[in-house]
């Protein structure tokens, strides 16, 4: 069974920085493209990023270059380490494959506000 359990969301300021993780189990990880999504309020769950098992990385053009995707195939986690945060970027963040999806997480509450 494929689990991804999301952490490091939290309350941060406008500017402010937060770094995300997710740790996969149920899959050989380090074969496999993983993205992450977010989901806003009122809104459909969105892609963020894409790192592939290569090393290829895709981002969403509303990054602009805030946003950096990693991963550690020794502990089976994905990484987001996001930098000036905006209102805007409030929302529950997932973790999930690439190219297909699998049940999806708890995701982490991500909230920038003043």
């Known amino acids: 069974q494929v689990q991804f359990v999301e952490s490091g969301g939290g309350l941060v300021q406008p500017g402010g920085s937060l770094r995300l993780s997710c740790t996969v189990s149920g899959i050989s990880f380090r074969n496999n493209d993983m993205r992450w999504f977010r989901q806003r309020p009122g809104k459909q769950r969105e892609f963020i990023a894409l790192?592939?098992?290569?090393?290829?990385?895709n981002y969403a053009d509303f990054i602009k270059g805030r946003f950096t995707i990693s991963r550690d195939n020794a502990k089976n986690t994905l990484y987001l380490q996001m930098n000036s945060l905006q209102p805007e970027d409030t929302g529950v963040y997932y973790c999930?494959?690439?190219?297909?999806?699998?049940?999806w997480g708890q995701g982490t509450q991500v909230t920038v506000s003043s």
């Open positions: 999930n494959g690439a190219p297909w999806t699998w049940t």
């Open positions: 790192l592939t098992s290569s090393g290829l990385t």
